[in-house]
C-alpha cells in the first residue's frame, strides 16, 4: 500500500538507449512531479502535472518526456540516454491547494554507461 | 545560482543533545519554507514547514526557526535521537504563482547522531 511507488527503484543502461520510469500514487493528489537528484545531491525539479495538465516544465533537455495517462500516473520517458543523465530520480505527489507538502516515491537510480 | 544554501555537509551530535540545522536563501520572494527528512534509499519525507509571515513553527521535537531580514532558517530537533540520522533538506517556494508546487531544495546536511 506504498503511497507513491515508481519503478523500476534501478536502472542501468548504455548510452543512446530509450527508457522509461513509471510512477503511480494511490493518495488521490491532483499534481504530480519528478525531480532530480544529481551527483552533487541537489534535488531539482524537472516537470509538474496537474490533473494531467503540464504546469511546470523547467529547462530539460526536450529528450526527457513526460507523460500522465490520468491523475494517479507520471512517467518520465527518456529518449537516447547521455552519460550525463546518470542521477536518481525522485517522483512525486501532492494537493495543489497544499502544494508544499509532496509525498515523494523512494527513487530510480539511473545509470548510463 | 543556488537560491537555497544549506552550508553544513554535516553535523554529528550526541543523543539527548540538541540538533541545529541551518539553512540560508537568496530570494526575498520565498513565502513558504520547508524541511525534509531523507533516509537512505528512501525518498525525501516531508518535516516541518513554515510560513513567511511567522518566525518560529513547533512540532513535537522539532521547532523551525526563521529570520526573514538575515534570509536564514534552522531547524532544531530536541532531544535528538539516533533514529534522527538522516538527511536534512531545508527547501523554499512560493516564487510566482506560476512555480506553484516548485520546491527550490538545499543541498542537503548529513545529521548522525551518537548513541
Known amino acids: 500500500d506504498t503511497a507513491v511507488s515508481q519503478t523500476p527503484k534501478y536502472l542501468v543502461t548504455q548510452m543512446g538507449n530509450d527508457k522509461s520510469i513509471k510512477c503511480e500514487q494511490n493518495l488521490g493528489h491532483d499534481t504530480m512531479y519528478w525531480y532530480k537528484q544529481d551527483s552533487k545531491k541537489f534535488l531539482k525539479i524537472m516537470f509538474s502535472?496537474?490533473?494531467?495538465?503540464?504546469?511546470i516544465n523547467e529547462t530539460v533537455p526536450n529528450r526527457f518526456s513526460p507523460k500522465s495517462p490520468d491523475k494517479a500516473h507520471l512517467n518520465l520517458h527518456i529518449n537516447s540516454l547521455e552519460l550525463g543523465d546518470s542521477a536518481v530520480y525522485f517522483c512525486a505527489s501532492g494537493r495543489r491547494r497544499d502544494h508544499e507538502k509532496l509525498f515523494f516515491g523512494s527513487g530510480t537510480q539511473l545509470s548510463v554507461l | 545560482d543556488q537560491q537555497v544554501k544549506q552550508n553544513s555537509p554535516s553535523l554529528s551530535v550526541q543523543e539527548g543533545r540538541i540538533s541545529i540545522l541551518n539553512c540560508d536563501y537568496t530570494?526575498?520572494?520565498?513565502?513558504?519554507f520547508l524541511w525534509y527528512k531523507k533516509y537512505p534509499a528512501e525518498g525525501p519525507t516531508f518535516l516541518i514547514s513554515?510560513?513567511?509571515?511567522?518566525d518560529k513553527n513547533e512540532d513535537g521535537r522539532f521547532t523551525v526557526f526563521l529570520n526573514k531580514s538575515a534570509k536564514h532558517l534552522s531547524l532544531h530537533i530536541v532531544p535528538s535521537q539516533p533514529g534522527d540520522s538522516a538527511v536534512y533538506f531545508c527547501a523554499a517556494s512560493g516564487v510566482g504563482s506560476s512555480n506553484t508546487g516548485k520546491l527550490i531544495f538545499g543541498q542537503g546536511t548529513t545529521l548522525q547522531v551518537k548513541p
Open positions: 513554515i510560513s513567511s509571515i511567522k
Open positions: 530570494n526575498s520572494m520565498f513565502d513558504y
Open positions: 502535472y496537474n490533473n494531467k495538465e503540464l504546469i
